[in-house]
């Protein structure tokens, strides 16, 4: 019960000290606080650019390899006289 009331005092304290402070630091405390939501946005979003960047190259990369084992396969029947099937 008494942290409660704490809190809410605290809450209520904090609200005055606000209320208190020349406006122009109230002004600058409301674009801090508008800059780290803006900060915290970029940061998700380049997060999320960088793990599709690495989705993409981790496709290409898979692709490419299964590329280069076909064309070894086919290079080693086309050295064992085996026919190389022509791909349409």
Do not use: C
């Amino acid at each position: 019960m008494f942290e409660i009331w704490r809190t809410e005092t605290h809450d209520l304290q904090r609200a005055r000290e606000a209320a208190a402070l020349p406006t122009d630091v109230v002004e600058l405390q409301r674009r801090v606080e508008i800059a780290e939501a803006a900060a915290a946005e970029n940061l998700k979003r380049a997060e999320l650019a960088e793990y599709r960047e690495q989705a993409h190259q981790d496709h290409w990369a898979i692709e490419l390899d299964r590329l280069r084992q076909e064309n070894e396969t086919l290079r080693a029947q086309a050295g064992q006289g085996m026919s190389i099937p022509f791909r349409v």
